[in-house]
């Protein structure tokens, strides 16, 4: 089909872990609805988004009274007891990070453990609230865990995967053609995969990826620049740019009706 061509841009409007004096994302939650309206507007199909607790419902709804863009709920590095709150908003999808996270940012140091007992659990929580869950994929092993949740009938594809690349930390792994190869190849079947790369190697992963038939994250939490030494106004702009040279690799951008039909919400 078609629109299974078409590109599907997820920004990303959280403060960026490595570069915290830029400043350059959306502080106050008023900012925050504003900013993923414009981005709807720019070119996102979907809004990866850290639901500020206690307001979970209220951000969920006031998006959805402006905007048809796909709400996906970040903050994988909370165990799943403490994200009742966020289920309960019901987004379209959740995060779900398919291995431990070990990240190591400008101030801070996180560990925390995502045992396969925890990733049953995250199945079965989003069949109950009719979530989508978005599998983050960090290295090889994240494949496996995947592939053993898949054997136990516990998801049901497509399986949408974003794909991390240069987050500092013992979870990292280079940003190099090879590796977005090497690791793309053991993707199960029925999947379709996002891309997200730190710091300035993000143009040359994120175009192999457009080129290759993948999806882009992009935004100020991952590299809150339009290009290196140039940091964006803003989270729209950023959209906007990788608009622009999605269009002149031959890929237009999907709307959210069309992200929903190829993600399967």
């Known amino acids: 089909m078609e629109n299974e061509k078409k590109l599907i841009i997820t920004v990303t409007t959280a403060n960026s872990w490595i570069y915290p004096e830029l400043k350059n994302w959306p502080e106050t939650l008023d900012d925050l609805i504003e900013t993923i309206v414009q981005c709807h507007k ?13 307001k979970e ?4 709804q006031r998006i959805r009274e402006q905007c048809d863009i796909i709400i996906q709920a970040g903050m994988s590095s909370d165990p799943i007891e403490k994200r009742k709150p966020l289920f309960d908003s019901k987004p379209d999808m959740v995060s779900i990070i398919l291995n431990h996270h070990d990240e190591r940012f400008t101030s801070v140091e996180l560990h925390q453990l995502h045992p396969r007992e925890e990733l049953e659990k995250y199945c079965k929580t989003c069949k109950e609230y009719k979530i989508k869950p ?10 496996w865990n995947l592939n053993y ?11 949408f995967l974003s794909v991390f690349f240069n987050w500092p930390g013992g979870a990292w792994s280079p940003p190099e053609p090879g590796e977005y190869l090497h690791r793309i190849k053991y993707f199960p079947k029925d999947s379709l995969h996002t891309v997200s790369i730190m710091g300035s190697e993000q143009v040359k992963i994120a175009t192999l990826a457009v080129s290759m038939g993948g999806h882009i994250r992009v935004g100020t939490e991952d590299y809150p620049f339009i290009k290196e030494g140039v940091p964006a106004k803003n989270n729209a702009e950023i959209v906007k740019n990788w608009v622009l040279i999605s269009e002149k690799m ?12 190829m993600i399967g919400i």
């Open 42 to 54: 720019a070119g996102a199909a979907i809004a990866h988004i850290h639901l500020i607790r206690g």
């Open 57 to 60: 419902k209220e951000i969920v």
């Open 134 to 143: 978005e599998w983050e994929v960090w290295h090889h092993g994240s494949i």
């Open 149 to 159: 949740l898949i054997k136990k009938n516990l998801i049901d594809g497509p399986h």
């Open 250 to 261: 031959g890929r237009s951008v999907a709307t959210p009706s069309e992200a929903r039909n």
